[in-house]
């Protein structure tokens, strides 16, 4: 047994309370930091964004025709 483990000890409950917004957001940080796949190209377009190397946003949808 781990010497971190304390057993009969009193149990206190604890919470935060954040908005679904902020709920939300962290569930989608969580899932993307937890695929290596998703992590590697958030970082890939960091570093990207960090060189200049972006397109304005009107320009890709009217590229996708959007």
């Given at each position: 047994?781990?010497?971190?483990?304390k057993i009969g000890?009193?149990?206190?409950?604890?919470?935060?309370?954040?908005?679904?917004?902020?709920?939300?957001s962290m569930k989608?940080?969580?899932?993307?930091?937890?695929?290596?796949?998703?992590?590697?190209?958030?970082?890939?377009?960091?570093?990207?964004?960090?060189?200049?190397?972006?397109?304005?946003?009107?320009?890709?949808?009217?590229?996708?025709?959007?």
């Open positions: 047994m781990s010497s971190n483990v000890e009193k149990h206190e409950t604890r919470w935060v309370t954040i908005s679904m917004d902020e709920y939300e989608s940080t969580l899932e993307i930091l937890s695929n290596p796949n998703m992590r590697v190209e958030a970082l890939k377009g960091k570093k990207e964004a960090n060189e200049g190397r972006t397109e304005k946003l009107d320009s890709v949808l009217e590229e996708l025709d959007i």
